[in-house]
């Protein structure tokens, strides 16, 4: 069984900058696709970024050039860089993975979701 766990929320200004991590709980055989969710209060859980395992990226419009998403294989790992943050980004952030393989005897893994990491943007 894999786990993701996140850090890096946190309360912030407007205009400030936060980076979020997501790591693997043990060792990996491959990834497809890793990426960033995040669900506001009354709202559904929306995609923010994700990143494929041949480097390929993909950001929802409304944090185009604001955030930045990378991934380090060998280290399991996804990150999500932040910068002028406004209050709507306000949410609870979802780290998740794609086709997860981390065993061969046991069948890829569709989707595997992160606890959730709370970023508040507020004066």
């Known amino acids: 069984q894999v786990q993701l766990v996140e850090s890096g929320g946190g309360l912030v200004q407007p205009g400030g900058s936060l980076t979020l991590t997501c790591t693997a709980s043990?060792?990996?055989?491959?990834?497809?696709?890793m990426g960033w969710y995040r669900q506001a209060p009354g709202k559904e859980r929306e995609l923010v970024a994700v990143?494929?395992?041949?480097?390929?990226?993909n950001y929802a419009d409304s944090v185009k050039g604001r955030f930045t998403i990378s991934r380090n294989n060998a280290k399991k790992t996804v990150y999500l860089q932040m910068n002028s943050l406004l209050p709507e980004y306000t949410a609870l952030y979802y780290c998740?993975?794609?086709?997860?393989?981390?065993?061969?005897?046991?069948?890829?893994?569709?989707?595997?979701w992160g606890q959730g990491t709370q970023v508040t943007v507020s004066s």
């Open positions: 043990r060792s990996i055989i491959s990834i497809n696709d």
């Open positions: 990143a494929s395992s041949g480097g390929g990226t």
């Open positions: 998740h993975a794609h086709k997860l393989l981390y065993r061969t005897d046991v069948p890829t893994v569709l989707d595997v």
